[in-house]
Nanobody
């Protein structure tokens, strides 16, 4: 059974940090690119970060550049999202998703072709 399970969400004050984890099972993680998405209250889900199957290529959208780092450990079937300097507008449900290998630069295409999704983890940035 294919599963992606996110964890690490919670309540954090503005300026704080969180690390989200995404553990995969039921498929070979190293064969897939991974994306992290978030859905803020009342808004559509958006892609915020992705990492290639090899881990050699990463991308972050402008709103999170310099504050978020994506990484993966294929031996542990785990992908991480390290978030720093969090802002209230980072609040939302964060999802990881697995998609096909992508070429560097084709990030918007990649965000639209996810095959497997996790159930999400809630991040709330508030004082």
């Amino acid at each position: 059974q294919v599963q992606l399970v996110e964890s690490g969400g919670g309540l954090v004050q503005p300026g704080g940090s969180l690390t989200l984890s995404c553990v995969a099972s039921g498929f070979t993680l190293r064969d897939y690119g991974i994306g992290w998405f978030r859905q803020a209250p009342g808004k559509e889900r958006e892609g915020v970060s992705c990492i290639s199957d090899s881990g050699d290529d990463t991308y972050n959208v402008d709103s999170v550049k310099g504050r978020i780092t994506i990484s993966r450990d294929n031996a542990k079937n785990t992908v991480y999202l390290h978030m720093n300097s969090l802002k209230p507008e980072d609040t939302g449900v964060y999802y990881c998703a697995a998609g096909p290998p992508y070429a560097s630069g084709s990030y918007h295409w990649f965000f639209g072709v996810m095959e497997y999704w996790g159930q999400g983890t809630l991040v709330t940035v508030s004082s």
